[in-house]
């Protein structure tokens, strides 16, 4: 079992779960490989519209991340394979702090994601994630549902597209997180048209997609990102699919786990 998308004590937002207790009981879950994808530390420029002000791990922090993975690494390499990277966020019109990051703590990394948690509306920044309330106000904000899916699916080609250097990640994150909140809010009938062919983007370009379990849990989402029929979709397309519990906890290893199709999983 792989799980290609996990955080860690380093997340602000997160637990407080040593990395150990990770490992431990992703050995314990029959994991044969993990990856840790901390949030990336947000631009320096960029001012996060979360109230906690807590998206990404600090700067400061960043060293201590990889050198403690670095241990781990060697600690457990007869028992598990353990793979150090980063969930980085693309954020429109931050792309050379964020090439910045990438240039100088790429090289020293395995495995990272490309997200987008970050919307720019007409009137301010929304974390389309971070609360039903936000949501509300992005949806507002925006004009309707239908111009906030366009504007994520917009932001979504844009981080495929637009230049971050050789050490771009090339797996997307949760491609249909702007659905979390899809039982108070649902989705507009057009949605799976702009995913679509957000699909044949990332066919196009050779990314690969994690296939995340966290929605199953979110209790106004209920569903993977992407969804069962998408994930499908994107396995006919010879698009790679990679498990992501998105684990903010150590006992969140493998969330989801029992809801995706595990013969589209990438091995």
Same mark, same amino acid.
């Given at each position: 079992?792989?799980?290609?998308h996990?955080?860690?004590? *380093?997340?602000?937002?997160?637990?407080?779960?040593?990395?150990?207790?990770?490992?431990?009981?992703?050995?314990?879950?029959?994991?044969?490989?993990?990856? %840790?994808?901390?949030?990336?530390?947000?631009?320096?420029?960029?001012?996060?519209?979360?109230?906690?002000?807590?998206?990404?791990?600090?700067?400061?922090?960043?060293?201590?991340y990889?050198?403690?993975?670095? #241990?781990?690494?060697a600690?457990?390499?007869?028992?598990i #394979?353990?793979?150090?990277?980063?969930?980085?966020?693309?954020?429109?019109?931050?792309?050379?702090?964020?090439?910045?990051?990438?240039?100088?703590?790429?090289?020293s990394?395995?495995? $990272?994601i490309?997200?987008?948690?970050?919307?720019?509306?007409?009137?301010?920044?929304?974390?389309?994630?971070?609360?039903?309330?936000?949501?509300?106000?992005?949806?507002?904000?925006?004009?309707?549902? +239908?111009?906030? *899916?366009?504007?994520?699916?917009?932001?979504?080609? #844009?981080?495929?597209?637009?230049?971050?250097?050789? *050490?771009?990640?090339?797996?997307?994150?949760?491609?249909?997180?702007?659905?979390?909140?899809?039982?108070?809010?649902?989705?507009?009938?057009?949605?799976e048209?702009?995913?679509?062919? %957000?699909?044949?983007?990332?066919?196009?370009?050779?990314?690969?997609l994690? *296939?995340?379990?966290?929605?199953?849990?979110?209790?106004?989402c209920?569903?993977?990102?992407?969804?069962? #029929?998408?994930?499908?979709?994107?396995?006919?397309?010879?698009?790679?699919?990679?498990?992501?519990s +998105?684990?903010?906890?150590a $006992?969140?290893?493998?969330?989801?786990y $029992?809801?995706?199709?595990?013969?589209?999983?990438k091995?």
């Amino acid at each position: 079992m792989i799980d290609g998308h996990i955080h860690t004590p *380093y997340c602000p937002h997160g637990s407080s779960d040593t990395l150990k207790s990770y490992i431990e009981q992703a050995i314990k879950r029959g994991y044969h490989s993990m990856t %840790f994808t901390e949030h990336a530390p947000l631009p320096s420029s960029f001012k996060d519209p979360v109230p906690e002000k807590d998206s990404g791990m600090s700067f400061q922090q960043v060293e201590e991340y990889l050198k403690e993975i670095d #241990q781990l690494k060697a600690e457990y390499k007869k028992e598990i #394979q353990i793979q150090k990277g980063f969930e980085v966020d693309y954020i429109e019109g931050y792309e050379k702090e964020v090439e910045s990051f990438l240039n100088t703590y790429g090289p020293s990394l395995d495995d $990272s994601i490309l997200s987008v948690h970050f919307l720019r509306g007409p009137s301010q920044w929304y974390c389309i994630d971070y609360s039903p309330d936000m949501y509300k106000e992005a949806i507002h904000d925006f004009g309707g549902l +239908d111009q906030l *899916y366009h504007a994520y699916y917009n932001t979504l080609t #844009q981080s495929v597209l637009r230049e971050l250097g050789d *050490y771009k990640p090339n797996r997307v994150g949760h491609m249909t997180l702007v659905k979390k909140f899809q039982h108070l809010y649902p989705a507009p009938k057009n949605w799976e048209k702009q995913a679509q062919s %957000f699909l044949q983007l990332v066919q196009n370009h050779g990314y690969t997609l994690d *296939y995340n379990g966290a929605g199953v849990v979110k209790e106004h989402c209920k569903e993977t990102y992407p969804p069962l #029929q998408m994930a499908r979709q994107a396995s006919s397309m010879g698009i790679p699919l990679i498990y992501g519990s +998105d684990a903010h906890t150590a $006992s969140g290893l493998g969330q989801g786990y $029992s809801s995706i199709d595990h013969q589209l999983l990438k091995l």
